[in-house]
């Protein structure tokens, strides 16, 4: 396969454009080797850690703009942990979720566990996005804010069903890049790996106080809920600024160095700001290209945080993406599962806009020479 050397004065600073793990900008990396260091190797139980959680727990609050009575929990395990915690401790008898991609479908998957009714589940062509619809009887009503697979965002906005139902929205790629009300919601949780600028393995919620009451009470129910992925648990032990067991600090840190730049620059507006800049770049540029096509077709569910572009028959964009990781622009592949003939490239708000603009160069003269 052909490679294409690309000029230096056409790279990116950083050829980091994946979609997660995602790029840590390196002032965080070098807060950890210096003052965050002496966190690292110490317990978890005692007041340096345990200021630590709090601030990023204060931090979180100040972007997601908390309204009074919502809280931040938090628990080891990531996302996938948390589907698994929901089905346990938050869907009371039955979920509808709305599937749009890869990680819509898993929490589906979850919530079709044998002591839960059968989940409505409502699914989209990926590319597509689709909304939640009031149905009797359903308790538990979730969508991803933005589907990382596929490049489609959709809005974060409260299902009125019946009385006591939770708005629940998986928040991973989207948390700190993509700005909203949490008001509309009831549960709003992540990972960290992406627009957060850490590593994943540990999950966070915003939690209303109508969570927090179905948390309590599906736990006091009397269900059978594994002690790791009690909600319950995580809602405790997040009050007392730690986790039910040994949670990554160095993954705290990055997340509490990249709060703080966030909020120093002007909080989730300028953070969505920024990532509308990159995405749009690359939108425009898809547009009017003679071999490219944005996936997502409604501009209405483009993703600003995740681009998915398509190429015609001219163009192989695996071909592509390889002669691009090896300039050292690396991770433009698309998901796996999707197998389309396409290049995604994230817009965290971690990435330089500059820098995606000299990617559409770097991208324009590889195709040309190819």
Known sequence: MAHVTLPRDILPRDGRFGCGPAKIRPEQVAALSGPGSILLGTSHRQSPVKSLVGQVRSGLSDLLRLPKGYEIILGNGGSTAFWDAAAFGLIEKRSQNLVFGEFGGKFGAAASAPWLEAPDIRKAEPG???????????DVYAWPHNETSTGVAAPVRRVAGDDGALTVIDATSAAGGIDFSVSQCDVYYFAPQKNLGSDGGIWFAAVSPAAIERIERVAASGRYIPEFLS??????????????NTPAVSTLYLLDKQLEWILSNGGLQWAADRTAESSSALYEWAEASEHATPFVADPADRSPVVVTIDFDDTVDAAAVAKSLRGNGIVDTEPYRKLGRNQLRVATFVSIEP?????LIKCIDYTIERL
């Open 128 to 138: 597509s996005s689709i909304a939640a619809e009031a149905v009797e009887g359903i």
């Open 231 to 244: 909600l319950k648990n995580a809602l405790d032990n997040s009050r007392l600024n730690q986790t039910l």
């Open 354 to 358: 500059e820098d995606v603009r000299q």
